[in-house]
């Protein structure tokens, strides 16, 4: 369901996604509408890739696999609906960037759970 109507009433106290934003043709209206579909309590549990947002940074072998799924299904998904094309390896730093920008005012890295894989992250409103 495109980010314009996901439901908004009742508000949510809990909201997941796991390996979806960096997907998105619009990736910040997406954060955007599931600020605004959370109650004033709620949390938002992301899953994206474990990955650096600078390239050399992830100049491994993980790194490389990462890129390649990336530009032949991620990004082309999000760049087939003219989207911004983001990609799986956007990383810690620009997804606590966009988060923020979309109001959410705490992104916490979960690391008990963060793995080789994948990097779990708390977002409150």
């Known amino acids: 369901m495109p980010p314009t109507r996901s439901p908004l009433d009742p508000p949510f106290q809990l909201i997941t996604a796991f390996d979806v934003v960096h997907d998105l043709a619009d990736p910040l209206a997406g954060l955007r509408r599931i600020r605004q579909a959370l109650s004033p309590d709620g949390r938002f549990l992301m899953m994206e890739p474990n990955v650096n947002s600078r390239l050399e940074e992830n100049l ?4 490389a696999l990462l890129y390649g799924v990336s530009a032949l299904h991620c990004m082309t998904q999000s760049l087939a609906r003219d989207g911004a094309g983001l990609g799986a390896a956007w990383g810690a730093q ?5 988060a923020r920008e979309a109001g959410f005012t705490e992104f916490r890295p979960l690391e008990d759970i963060t793995n080789r894989f994948s990097a779990f992250y708390l ?3």
Do not use: S
Not at 60 to 63: A, L, N, S, Y
Not at 94 to 98: F, G, H, K, N, T
């Open 60 to 63: 491994h072998d993980r790194g």
């Open 94 to 98: 620009r997804a606590e960037e966009l």
């Open 123 to 125: 977002l409150e409103v």
